[in-house]
């Protein structure tokens, strides 16, 4: 199926960068992109620095663009903050989310958009694969850690990722919602707003072929960093679960979570003789430990606000 829509369409593009020289090469693929008849484009860049480090760059690229570029200064190194200056300034009817380190291909958008027309939800996800160096550890390249896809509970997914997404402004579990300040520097926030858009009635579908590439830098391209990031990822879900739950009946919760835990490191032991399947369970088990300490309220480890983490 070709995406001709008999009316006239809008799409903003939502990049938030912190001080990252390789949003030029993010903002240089969708310059490339091809737009289906009848739908126009804009581009949104919220600079999330405390001073307005992407400004002279945003404006030498516009000439090269074949869409207006909206430029958002946003000074808090809070992620929360430019994602929402995204949604505040979006004039569309779709507004989707593209990393600063990311890049797309020519039918990124038009997959997206077709598969919103095709299944009317309104949140939908692409695939983000990573790219890795030819020095990178063998077993991360064959396990693949680094990659993006969505998780299915039961058929459905239940919660999302900025990294390749595109919104319906006009639904109503879409307009109006924002992400949490207090998870704009830890992460999690995208996981905190798809799953409560989920639970208030918001239907999230997702396109295989709207893909996008992300290359895994040094500093990212160790056991270390994705045990940090699984943890924190765990810490938004315990803490979300745990929101469903007060007192006593966080116990079975606490139990169950614990029991994981216990099962990923025993997994850890007997498979350490296959380096994919130990790093496997290794994280998975930093998974549900961060889960545990969501559920008892630790507070999210930072993750954006520094060069590195951005």
Same mark, same amino acid.
């Given at each position: 199926m070709t995406y001709h829509p008999a009316t006239p369409v809008k799409v903003d593009i939502g990049i938030c960068t912190y001080r990252r020289?390789?949003?030029?090469?993010?903002?240089?693929?969708?310059?490339?992109? $091809?737009?289906?008849?009848?739908?126009?484009?804009?581009?949104?860049?919220?600079?999330? $620095?405390?001073?307005?480090?992407?400004?002279?760059?945003?404006?030498?690229?516009?000439?090269?663009?074949?869409?207006?570029?909206?430029?958002?200064?946003?000074?808090?190194?809070?992620?929360?903050?430019?994602?929402?200056?995204?949604?505040?300034?979006?004039? %569309? $009817?779709?507004?989707?989310?593209?990393?600063? $380190?990311?890049?797309?291909?020519?039918?990124?958008?038009?997959?997206?958009?077709?598969?919103?027309?095709e299944t009317q939800a309104d949140a939908v996800l692409g695939p983000v694969t990573a790219l890795y160096a030819e020095d990178a550890p063998g077993w991360m390249t064959k396990g693949d850690f680094h990659s993006t896809r969505p998780v299915w509970v039961n058929g459905d997914i239940i919660t999302g990722y900025t990294c390749n997404t595109l919104l319906r402004m006009a639904s109503p579990a879409v307009k109006s919602r924002r992400f949490a300040l207090s998870l704009g520097q830890s992460g999690g926030e995208d996981t905190h707003f798809f799953t409560h858009m989920h639970q208030d009635g918001g239907r999230i579908a997702y396109s295989e072929n709207a893909l996008l590439t992300e290359p895994?830098?040094?500093?990212?391209?160790?056991?270390?960093?994705?045990?940090?990031?699984?943890?924190?990822?765990?810490?938004?879900?315990?803490?979300?679960?745990?929101?469903?739950? %007060?007192?006593?009946?966080?116990l079975p919760l606490i139990l169950s979570t614990a029991a994981k835990i216990t099962y990923c490191a025993a997994s850890t032991l007997l498979t350490a003789f296959d380096p994919v399947r130990r790093s496997r369970s290794a994280l998975r088990t930093s998974l549900h430990a961060g889960s545990l300490s969501g559920i008892f309220g630790v507070r999210e480890i930072r993750q954006y606000g520094t060069v590195e983490a951005a």
């Amino acid at each position: 199926m070709t995406y001709h829509p008999a009316t006239p369409v809008k799409v903003d593009i939502g990049i938030c960068t912190y001080r990252r020289p390789m949003v030029v090469d993010t903002l240089l693929s969708l310059f490339r992109l $091809d737009v289906p008849e009848n739908v126009s484009v804009r581009l949104i860049v919220a600079d999330n $620095d405390a001073e307005p480090s992407a400004r002279e760059l945003v404006n030498a690229l516009q000439q090269r663009s074949h869409f207006p570029i909206h430029y958002v200064h946003c000074p808090k190194s809070n992620i929360s903050i430019a994602r929402n200056a995204c949604l505040s300034e979006c004039e %569309a $009817d779709f507004l989707a989310f593209i990393d600063d $380190d990311e890049t797309a291909p020519a039918n990124w958008l038009t997959e997206l958009l077709k598969t919103a027309q095709e299944t009317q939800a309104d949140a939908v996800l692409g695939p983000v694969t990573a790219l890795y160096a030819e020095d990178a550890p063998g077993w991360m390249t064959k396990g693949d850690f680094h990659s993006t896809r969505p998780v299915w509970v039961n058929g459905d997914i239940i919660t999302g990722y900025t990294c390749n997404t595109l919104l319906r402004m006009a639904s109503p579990a879409v307009k109006s919602r924002r992400f949490a300040l207090s998870l704009g520097q830890s992460g999690g926030e995208d996981t905190h707003f798809f799953t409560h858009m989920h639970q208030d009635g918001g239907r999230i579908a997702y396109s295989e072929n709207a893909l996008l590439t992300e290359p895994v830098p040094q500093s990212r391209a160790s056991f270390i960093w994705l045990a940090k990031r699984r943890f924190r990822s765990g810490q938004t879900h315990g803490r979300l679960q745990a929101e469903q739950k %007060a007192g006593l009946r966080r116990l079975p919760l606490i139990l169950s979570t614990a029991a994981k835990i216990t099962y990923c490191a025993a997994s850890t032991l007997l498979t350490a003789f296959d380096p994919v399947r130990r790093s496997r369970s290794a994280l998975r088990t930093s998974l549900h430990a961060g889960s545990l300490s969501g559920i008892f309220g630790v507070r999210e480890i930072r993750q954006y606000g520094t060069v590195e983490a951005a």
